[in-house]
C-alpha cells in the first residue's frame, strides 16, 4: 500500500543511479536525496502486510474461534494450540491504519526534508501525480486481471463462496478509477481493494496538504484534518460511504512524523514512554474493535504514530538489523503485492481444496499463505517493479524549485 520507494518530491531512493560527477546542490537536496530506504518502515510495512493477509486468510479457510472453541472445548491437541495461538489474528485489520501512516510519512519525506532546508520550495504537482500514476496503476491493473481470472475459475467450482461479488466490466471500472467505496462495491473477492481506493485519494489531495503546509505549518494541518475526519466520520462513514476524508487523519499523523523529523536535530532523542503511550492506544483500539472497526482504526493509528516516532530514532544501525527485522524488511519489499492479490489466491484455494467450505483445522490456513506470499513475490518481479522503475523514469532532473 505505502512506498517507500517514491517520495513526494521526486526522489526514486532505492532505484536512483550513482552520481558520477559531484555538482553544486542545496543543503535541503542533498539531505533528501541522502534519505534512503529505512529498516523499520520497510519491516513494519512487511509486519503489515502479513497481518492483513493472514487476518483474511483465517476468515475463509477456518471456522472462527468461537464455532472452534464451541466444538474443541479445552482439549489440547496440536491443532488446538496452533489455532488458539492465533486469536490475535482477531485483530489483524489492524495493519491498515498502520499501512496509512507508514504511506503518509513516505510521501511527505522527501518534501518535508527539502521544505526544512528552504522553506520556499514547492512540489511539482505535475510530476507528482504522473509518478503516483506509473507506481500504482500497472500493478493495480494486473491485479484486477488476476482477480477476475481466478475468480472466474473458483465460480466454475460451486457452491460458490461467498466472498466473491460481482466480477462484471462496472466493477472492474469503479475498482480500476478507485471509486469503490463510493460508487460500488470491491471486485470479486479482492475485498482488500477498499483502502487502495483511499491510497489513491490521499495522493490526489496531497499537493493541497502540501501548500497548506508551507503556508501554517504541519501541526496546524493535522489539526485541521482531524476535524475533517470526526465530520466525514459522522456524515459519510456512518451511512457505509468510504471516502479518504473518513481515515485522512491516520495518513496525515506519517505526514506529521515525517516533518517533524525533518525539523529536529539529528540526535534528538524523545522519551522513551512514547512505547508505553503507543502499547495504551493500541489496547484501546483492540477494546474499541469490540463495538466497530471503525473507532479501532483511529486508535491504532495514534499508537503506531507514537511507536513510529520513536522506532526512528534508531535508523539503520551499522550492525545492521536483525535477523526478523531483516526478514519482515524483505516482505515489506514486496508488500504492495502481497496485499493485492491475497484474497483472490485464498478464495481459489479454499474452492479447489474444500468446496469453499470452512475447516475446523487450522493448518490450511499456514498452507495458503506459504502458497501467497511466493506468488505476491512472482508478481511484484514481473509486474510491480517494472512499474517502479517506469514511475521512477519521471523524476525530474531539478527537484528542487524556488519560489
Known amino acids: 500500500m505505502s512506498d517507500s520507494a517514491l517520495d513526494a518530491a521526486g526522489s526514486s531512493l532505492p532505484l536512483s543511479p550513482p552520481r558520477t560527477a559531484a555538482s553544486p546542490r542545496a543543503p535541503s537536496e542533498a539531505r533528501a536525496d541522502s534519505a534512503g530506504k529505512e529498516h ?61 501512516v507508514i504511506s503518509g510519512y513516505c510521501i511527505h519525506r522527501g518534501g518535508a526534508l527539502r521544505l526544512a532546508g528552504n522553506p520556499a520550495y514547492r512540489l511539482d504537482t505535475g510530476n507528482f501525480w504522473v509518478r503516483r500514476f506509473a507506481r500504482i496503476y500497472p500493478v493495480l491493473l494486473a491485479a484486477l486481471v488476476l482477480t477476475f481470472a481466478l475468480d472466474w475459475f473458483s465460480l466454475q467450482l460451486p457452491p460458490v463462496n461467498h466472498k466473491i461479488r460481482e466480477i462484471g466490466l462496472q466493477a472492474f471500472l469503479v475498482n480500476l478509477f478507485s471509486l469503490q467505496g463510493v ?74 512524523i515525517a516533518d517533524a523529523r525533518a525539523r529536529s536535530a539529528p540526535h534528538a532523542r524523545s522519551p522513551v514512554w512514547l512505547y508505553a503511550l503507543a502499547a495504551g492506544f493500541v489496547a484501546l483500539g483492540c477494546a474499541a474493535f469490540h463495538f ?80 501467497a506470499v511466493p506468488a505476491a513475490y512472482v508478481f511484484y518481479r514481473l509486474v510491480e517493479l517494472p512499474a517502479m522503475k517506469w514511475s521512477a523514469s519521471f523524476k525530474p532532473k531539478a527537484a528542487l524549485k524556488q519560489a
Open 40 to 100: 523499520v518502515i520497510d519491516a513494519m510495512r512487511g509486519f503489515a502486510a502479513l497481518l492483513v493477509a493472514y487476518f483474511h486468510c483465517r476468515q475463509v479457510e477456518w471456522v472462527g474461534m468461537q464455532a472452534f472453541h464451541q466444538s474443541v472445548g479445552h482439549a489440547f491437541s496440536l491443532n488446538a494450540i496452533a489455532a488458539y495461538l492465533t486469536f490475535p489474528i482477531a485483530w489483524g485489520s489492524a495493519g491498515v491504519p498502520i499501512f496509512f
Open 183 to 256: 460508487a460500488g462495491k470491491t471486485f470479486g473477492s479482492n475485498g482488500a481493494l477498499w483502502t487502495l481506493s483511499l491510497e489513491v485519494q490521499f495522493y490526489a489531495i496531497y499537493p493541497l496538504l502540501f501548500a497548506l503546509r508551507r503556508r501554517i505549518g504541519m501541526t496546524s494541518v493535522l489539526a485541521i484534518v482531524a476535524v475533517i475526519n470526526v465530520v466525514s466520520a459522522y456524515v459519510l462513514e456512518r451511512h457505509d460511504i468510504q471516502f479518504f476524508t473518513s481515515y485522512w487523519f491516520s495518513w496525515t499523523l506519517g505526514a506529521w
Open 292 to 371: 466497530g472497526q471503525y473507532g479501532a482504526f483511529q486508535l491504532w493509528a495514534i499508537g503506531f504514530a507514537f511507536y513510529l516516532y520513536k522506532a526512528l530514532e534508531r535508523g539503520n544501525a551499522d550492525r545492521g538489523p536483525a535477523f526478523g527485522m531483516r526478514l519482515l524488511s524483505r516482505l515489506g519489499d514486496f508488500s504492495f503485492s502481497l496485499y493485492l492479490i491475497h484474497l483472490p489466491i485464498f478464495v481459489l484455494l479454499s474452492s479447489l481444496l474444500f468446496r469453499s467450505s470452512l475447516q475446523m483445522s487450522i493448518w490450511p490456513s499456514f498452507g495458503y499463505m506459504l502458497v
